[in-house]
């Protein structure tokens, strides 16, 4: 009876030992190898809902001589957490550094997988996060329950990056990259040198309608500046896991420039926010995915941008 009751009780011992160190194991997130060591996991284009359980950005991984960074880390704990397993399949080198690439929640909300590490982001990414976190995790409850939603993690930027931070996982040097308000005002790129690689974040949507969640001019600024980027390839925020580069910001800067050129003759001809919403940019309807959910918003954010221009 006692030697029962003592295994049952080191078994439970045991078992919340183990709970304590380890979470939870997960599937591992299905990743494609994009270059020698570059690993991407493409999320669904579409807007976070429970048949895709919030997994709806892409995010990826880096691996280094002797080390790993996460680019990254999906909507939701969950995701994080299996982000974590691929990283385990693919290689005995352990990640250091987690690189968010801008604030929004489909991007950072899997940082819960990853608090034992350094986050590395834009030097305006804690203040942004910090003033929305509460509304983006309310949303993903209501998108996809509280259960997805539970255990997001605080707010943390360890390596605030203001222009520019090298990051060297061991003959593999990362090049982060702060930029002026574009999609948001905290958006940030990782070059891979050695493959030609960039991760992109949302400065790069294909397929998937951008979103000007910052400022439409401030974005086509930017992207003549990341035109001049030396890679062969880059990871879109959303869409597939590489494109070619940088032709891939063609069908980007069409649209952006669309969308204030459309806003700006409702103006010219003292058109109301509502004209606006109806005529903008409507020749790129079928060019794009979440054409209704986002060109709305992105007239009537471009709208209060160039009213006073
Ligand atoms: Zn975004």
Not at 87 to 109: G, L
Not at 276 to 304: G, K, M, S
């Amino acid at each position: 009876m006692t030697i029962i009751l003592g295994r049952h009780v080191g078994c439970a011992v045991v078992l919340g030992l183990l709970t304590a160190a380890l979470p939870v194991s997960a599937e591992p997130l299905p990743v494609t190898e994009v270059a020698p060591g570059v690993f991407v996991h493409q999320g669904t284009i579409a807007e976070p809902a429970p048949d895709n359980r919030g997994d709806t950005a892409n995010m990826g991984f880096i691996v280094g001589d002797s080390a790993v960074a996460v680019i990254d880390t999906g909507g939701t704990p969950e995701l994080g957490q299996r982000l974590r397993e691929a990283i385990t399949a693919r290689t005995d080198k352990k990640p250091v550094i987690v690189v968010n690439t801008h604030m929004h929640p489909d991007h950072v909300f899997g940082n819960a997988a990853f608090v034992d590490l350094p986050f590395a982001g834009h030097a305006n990414l804690r203040d942004a996060l910090a003033a929305r976190q509460e509304v983006y995790r309310q949303r993903l409850t209501d998108e996809l329950g509280t259960e997805a939603a539970a255990g997001v993690a605080p707010v943390r930027v360890d390596r605030p990056v203001a222009e520019e931070l090298r990051v060297d996982l061991g003959n593999r040097i990362l090049v982060l990259t702060a930029y002026p308000t574009a999609h948001t005002n905290n958006d940030l790129t990782v070059f891979d040198r050695k493959t030609g690689t960039l991760f992109a974040g949302d400065l790069l949507f294909v397929d998937h309608l951008p979103a000007v969640d910052g400022n439409a001019l401030g974005w086509l600024r930017v992207i003549d500046r990341l035109e001049r980027v030396p890679a062969v390839r880059a990871v879109p925020g959303h869409g597939p896991a590489s494109v070619a580069w940088p032709g891939a910001l063609d069908a980007e800067r069409r649209y952006l420039t669309a969308l204030v050129e459309g806003v700006r003759r409702v103006l010219k001809a003292d058109g109301s926010i509502q004209d606006a919403v109806t005529q903008v940019a409507e020749d790129e309807r079928e060019r794009w995915l979440l054409f209704d959910a986002y060109n709305p918003r992105n007239i009537t954010a471009t709208f209060a941008e160039l009213e006073w221009e």
